[in-house]
């Protein structure tokens, strides 16, 4: 907003410099929908983008071009040749947060 008068008001002597802290918001939109293979991703995101930038290098690609093509593939195939049991886990944490997304908060939380 300072930005804004200084930029509306001709001769201002506003400080450009000057901050001021953002008052916190709340969010009216609804949460993602959470997959077990996005809990998966986000565990292993550093074999992820190794696998990523290898491919890339051997593709000679950018990662403007397909950074999110193959991220999308790579995290898929990880998942997908993971023991069952690694996808079991993985899949009960999501059903876990998928129920406590759409569960009313606790009493304790709203009365802080």
């Known amino acids: 907003m300072t930005k804004w008068f200084a930029n509306k008001v001709k001769g201002s002597n506003l400080d450009s410099s000057i901050t001021i802290p953002t008052a916190?918001?709340?969010?009216?939109s609804k949460p993602r929908a959470v997959t077990a293979i996005d809990l998966f991703a986000k565990d292993h995101a550093l074999d992820i983008r190794q696998k990523m930038a290898t491919k890339r290098m051997a593709e000679g690609t950018t990662p403007q071009e397909s950074n999110l093509n193959y991220h999308r593939e790579?995290?898929?195939?990880?998942?997908n040749a993971s023991d069952d049991a690694t996808r079991a886990?993985?899949?009960?944490?999501a059903t876990a947060l998928k129920a406590k997304l759409s569960s009313p908060p606790?009493?304790?939380e709203i009365y802080k």
């Open 24 to 28: 916190p918001t709340i969010s009216v």
């Open 74 to 79: 790579i995290k898929s195939q990880l998942f």
């Open 89 to 93: 886990k993985y899949e009960a944490d």
């Open 106 to 108: 606790e009493p304790s």
